[in-house]
């Protein structure tokens, strides 16, 4: 009887059960969730792709937030994510109703790495303990015995001296920008810095770069996608784990030679607060040496390419703008001076180059889309339902350019921090994004900025090199960085 209904099932029939078979399969898949923010309609197979206007991914988005507002949701890689769009809603999701926003999505080519540990790709109770030590440790290095401030200072002189070595010849910056910002998170994890010639350090800032321009790559794509088949196949993702590992082993390194050498009661750095931390911590088991690893390579990573991309930008700014790099270094000359290096508290009485520093900022909008969070529980938003474990995604662009928040949204114009003369604080700045989990460096990216920035306009007038014309070309890696030039700093 079997054996008659096999036989009677033709060929066709089983094609067509195949297909039905996947079409409900796929429709599973795309099926959204009750109540769920609006998206466009999705295709079998190819979900939003079809919408894809490939010259022009931008226009794309454009159309769908001029249609659905200030939140819809897509299907990106079969994951469906919500986008929100401008100040209120942004403000309704990360502040007010923060709490529910506060956990990251693991993507395979993360957990593959960090599995879930450390500080920018761990959740809940974990993440909540790094956190909370790391702001803690960095508070207090700002007032130990050798201070935060003071630690970029000398960093600052460094760096000084490497752009005079080019005796105003065109130059490209990114090195020796690189070296000088990625030294002030090796003083404090570390508890030294490196020469900028040292070549363990060289090795391990190539190492991030290269890590940093394999994100966007095809191959790291596809492995997210599909991980359990590209694990098996050659090509760039491979590379980046190889480039994983040999961090990961310089770190280890590193926390080797604080054990041989620890004195529980004095802390040098970071690594030693954290062992002191690991001794303390028998029952909870949060803080343990892999998450020492990841800690110290996730401030490695956010804390390096973030600032030095901004510093780049700002450089680029000055040389295109020479009136507004002027009004800087007049404001330097009458504050600081030619001789005294710059302090933190010179900034309050330094409206112009403090505006300066929020423009460039702004304007360059480095990561434009925050880093993706996840619901942690069920959650109303905007009377939309987004269940638990949803990826959110805070267009910050949205925020940054809004034309009713800023007067020239599209013009470089440090007078949007201005007001009467004296600095003005606006809510719709927020490169580091807000919240509970915003950016963890703030307070020392914003010190660094300062710094690095008026030390080097104290110094150097910054020019297009003879013949050529700056361009604010961007390009895309781990940030929205500007393309490779170079520059001229000339003594002033
Ligand atoms: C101009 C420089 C910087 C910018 C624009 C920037 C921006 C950001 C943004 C947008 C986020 C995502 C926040 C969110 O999910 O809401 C973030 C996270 C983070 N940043 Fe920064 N950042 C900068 C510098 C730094 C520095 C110097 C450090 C080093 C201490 C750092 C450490 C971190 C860490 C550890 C996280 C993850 C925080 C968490 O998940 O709890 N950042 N940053
Ligand atoms: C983000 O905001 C900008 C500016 O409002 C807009 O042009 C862009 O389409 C938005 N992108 C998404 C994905 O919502």
Redo the contacts with the bound molecule.
Sequence with gaps: MLHFLWESISFQMLLVFLVVFLLVADYLKRRRPKDFPPSPLSLPFVGHFYLMDFSNPQITVQKFTEKYGDIFSTQMGGVWVVLINGLRMVKEA?VNQGENFLD?PVFPINSEVFSKMG??SSSGHL?KQQ?RF?LTT?RNFGLGKRSLEERIQEECQCLVEAFRDEQGNPFNPHFKINNAVSNI?CSVTFGNRFDYHDEEFQKLLQLMDEIANLQASVMTQLYNSCPSIMKFFPGSHQTMFKNWRLLKCFVKEKINKHKEDWNPLESRDYIDSYLQEIAKDDSSGSFQEENLVACVL??LF??TE??ST?IRWALLYMAIYPDIQARVQAEIDAVIGRVRQPALEDRSNMPYTNAVIHEV?RKSN??PF??P?MTVKDTVLEGFRIPKGTVLL?N?TSVMFDKNEWETPDTFNPGHFLKDGQFWKREAFM?????K??????V??RS??FLFFTALLQKFTFQAPPDTTLSLQFQMGMTVAPQPYKICAVPR
């Design positions: 990360l990251r500080l920018i993440w956190r790391t960095l998170i996730d401030l956010a804390g973030t600032t901004t900022q480095i990561i925050s880093a969070r805070t910050l490169p580091f994004s807000v919240g989990r915003a950016c963890l460096g703030e020392l990216a660094e900025l």
